[in-house]
T-cell receptor, first 116, second 114 residues
Framework: NAGVTQTPKFQVLKTGQSMTLQCAQDMNHEYMSWYRQDPGMGLRLIHYSVGAGITDQGEVPNGYNVSRSTTEDFPLRLLSAAPSQTSVYFC???????????????FGQGTRLTVV | AQSVTQLDSQVPVFEEAPVELRCNYS??????LFWYVQYPNQGLQLLLK??????LVKGINGFEAEFNKSQTSFHLRKPSVHISDTAEYFC????????????FGTGTRLLVSP
């Protein structure tokens, strides 16, 4: 059971480039989220989804887009990378209440992104 | 909006000593509370969680936490730490029962020395 898988693990981008961070989960979870982790700031929510076709903004959504076409996948797109987006990005998934799944969020191993 | 405060950014401790990592949250409604551990260059692993019921919660690796509603606290404790407990610890609160919108504290780095 792979859990939450993020690719790539490391990425270096030039300012203005675009890219997609991939996230896939194999636990049939309804809910998925993207966070960024910066030194001294903990993890902050970028976007989240409560099911296929349903997404919403978190605390720091500017510069990022998401979509959820399947239950399994929740990609995060950077449209025009900026040095301020240098961070470690984590994807998480959790089950909907009352579905009998464990009541917790499962995290991927992270993607370390550097924008130069 | 919810917020979580971890009062100590770094806690140095000697091996086999007890440790307490402090966490306070702001909320006037029912909350769901979590402690996660992050080892260097790794993802987050759940240590323990409070959803309801007993206010003393036991987790993995000998950690426990106590939910105190009147003080809005959820401090993490371990009676005797090991070198391998050196890591960063995050307290988090959920704004809903689906846990898709966790609010994290800024983290506490636990440094265990021999």
């Amino acid at each position: 059971n792979a859990g939450v898988t993020q690719t790539p693990k490391f990425q270096v981008l030039k300012t203005g480039q675009s890219m997609t961070l991939q996230c896939a989960q194999d636990m049939n979870h309804e809910y998925m989220s993207w966070y960024r982790q910066d030194p001294g700031m903990g993890l902050r929510l970028i976007h989240y989804s409560v099911g296929a076709g349903i997404t919403d903004q978190g605390e720091v959504p500017n510069g990022y887009n998401v979509s959820r076409s399947t239950t399994e996948d929740f990609p995060l797109r950077l449209l025009s990378a900026a040095p301020s987006q240098t961070s470690v990005y984590f994807c998480a998934s959790s089950g909907a209440p009352g579905t009998g799944v464990r009541a917790e969020a499962f995290f991927g191993q992270g993607t370390r992104l550097t924008v130069v | 909006a919810q917020s979580v405060t971890q009062l100590d950014s770094q806690v140095p401790v000697f091996e086999e000593a007890p440790v307490e990592l402090r966490c306070n949250y702001s909320s006037s409604v029912s909350v769901y509370l979590f402690w996660y551990v992050q080892y260097p260059n790794q993802g987050l692993q759940l240590l323990l969680k409070y959803l309801s019921g007993s206010t003393l919660v036991k987790g993995i690796n000998g950690f426990e936490a106590e939910f105190n509603k009147s003080q809005t606290s959820f401090h993490l404790r371990k009676p005797s730490v090991h070198i391998s407990d050196t890591a960063e610890y995050f307290c988090a609160v959920s704004e809903g029962t689906g846990f898709q919108k966790l609010v994290f504290g800024t983290g506490t780095r636990l440094l265990v020395s021999p």
